[in-house]
């Protein structure tokens, strides 16, 4: 059981960045897998990033590849997810989430807004 909050989303230029942060309660947090998410109005949800429990191995989707990186700090309880070259179409509610069954997330974060400017 574990209980995900969203913070570090804000208003930035394209070409800016920003580093999201997600605290997780519990003492749990080192066996999860985490990954983040991102919705648009109107569109489905859809996966960004994961990264495994020990921090060894991460994951990307293709339209983030090279401009974004996942990491955690499992003595803070916290995964992050920096942001680089930011584009007007990363706009989205961003979720975090925890898996202790690789691609079945059991728990989700409020998400946090990004929201890039042109």
């Known amino acids: 059981q574990v209980q995900l909050a969203e913070s570090g989303g804000g208003l930035v230029q394209a070409g800016g960045s920003l580093r999201l942060s997600c605290a997780a309660s519990g003492r749990t947090f080192s066996a999860y897998r985490m990954g983040w998410f991102r919705q648009a109005p109107g569109k489905e949800r859809e996966w960004v990033s994961a990264?495994?429990?020990?921090?060894?191995?991460?994951y990307y989707a293709d339209f983030v590849k090279g401009r974004f990186t996942i990491s955690r700090d499992n003595a803070k309880n916290t995964v992050y997810l920096q942001m680089n070259s930011l584009k007007p179409e990363d706009t989205a509610v961003y979720y975090c989430?925890?898996?202790?069954?690789?691609?079945?997330?059991?728990?989700w974060g409020q998400g946090t807004q990004v929201t890039v400017s042109s």
């Open positions: 990264i495994n429990s020990g921090g060894g191995s991460t």
């Open positions: 989430a925890a898996s202790l069954i690789s691609g079945l997330y059991d728990y």
